[in-house]
């Protein structure tokens, strides 16, 4: 009996259909960045880097400014400043000029943009993940540039070119407000390519041409952050979710996985850090007493509030 033809044909993905895929984060968090690209997490101790050349338009630095909201609404999600970075109506802004107002040194504290500073690296401890990006403390990449200078010759090191630059070492240590990096621990190494097979460095930096910094961040709209702030958008509609309770769980821990990801990488394992560079930082929950659903702005007015007195004291 003869065989029917089959009509069915498989249809292969792009190599890079497939990375994009298997680098983008899951979740249901607001992110700074597009899911797609992959994020560069500091180790303990010791780190070794290779920056990359920035690939946009008349670019000043390697890396680029970031200023970021950080604990926004009752979620803590995170936002790039619309009137730091684009100059334009920002509701945390306004919500910060508002507490000027008021006297709130507290609130206004808050409300401070962090600066960040952006890079593509790559790990050499995991070349195999290729560029990743980098959210680099204000402190040390100033440090790094610090080093960049030879005492001796007068020359400037330039890390990020690809064919005469080097890698570069720098330690964390401790956690929480105690996070530091050593300046006299960071070291320029020998100057290198970029990478041994050339054909894997012109893949590199084709990628990095291809998704310049200014293109891989992601802004949010006026509305979108002002409704987070007050409380009125969340990560998800919890009333309109119908799945099993089984499906939501997963969902949930995949959420606070990817949140965690998308916090700044310097951050000790109890307290959640506003800006490791001015050394501040959140109370853990169980000293602020507070409310796991409550925004920033809840949690400031409860700690005004006067302690009810105990009804055996005396006036």
């Known amino acids: 009996m003869p065989r029917e033809e089959r009509s069915f044909r498989y249809q ?36 070794l880097i290779r920056i990359l050349p920035p690939t946009w338009d008349d670019a000043k ?24 970075m684009k100059g334009e109506k920002d509701p945390l802004e306004d919500a910060r000029k508002a507490a000027e107002r008021d006297g709130d040194k507290e ?5 401070k943009p962090r600066q960040r500073i952006l890079m593509w690296v790559i790990d050499r401890q ?12 204000f402190t040390l990449d100033k440090a790094i540039l610090n080093k960049c200078f030879d005492e001796d010759t007068n020359d400037t090191i330039y890390p990020d070119d ?32 970029l990478c041994d097979d050339a054909d894997l460095q012109q893949d590199w930096l084709d990628f990095v041409t291809k998704n310049p910094l200014p293109d ?15 409380g009125q958008v969340g990560s998800r509609d919890k009333d309109e979710d119908k799945r099993p ?16 990801e998308e916090e700044p990488p310097f951050e000790g394992s109890k307290r959640r850090r506003l800006d490791d560079d001015e050394g501040e930082t959140k109370k853990p929950r169980d000293e602020e007493k507070e409310s796991p659903r409550s925004s920033v702005r809840e949690r400031l007015a409860e700690r005004k509030r006067p302690a009810p007195q105990d009804d055996n004291e005396e006036d």
């Open 216 to 230: 891989v961040i992601q802004f949010y709209d006026y509305d979108h952050i002002n409704g987070v702030f007050n």
């Open 107 to 111: 609130l206004i504290n808050a409300l």
């Open 126 to 137: 995991a070349e195999d993940e290729g560029p990743q990006l980098f959210s680099c403390p």
């Open 162 to 193: 690809p064919e005469e630059g080097c890698d570069v070492r720098f330690y964390k240590e401790g956690s929480g407000l105690k996070t530091d990096y050593p300046a006299e621990k960071i070291k320029m190494f020998e100057a290198t390519p």
């Open 61 to 84: 630095h390697y890396g680029y400014d970031l200023w970021i909201n950080y604990n926004v609404g009752v979620d803590n999600q995170s936002y790039l400043s619309l009137s730091k």
């Open 245 to 260: 309770r089984r499906d939501r769980d997963d969902d949930e821990r995949v959420s606070r996985r990817s949140q965690r």
């Open 12 to 47: 292969k993905r792009s190599r890079e259909d497939i990375k994009e895929r298997a680098n983008m984060r899951g979740g249901d968090f607001d992110s700074i960045f597009k899911s797609k690209y992959k994020l560069y997490k500091v180790r303990d101790g010791k780190n």
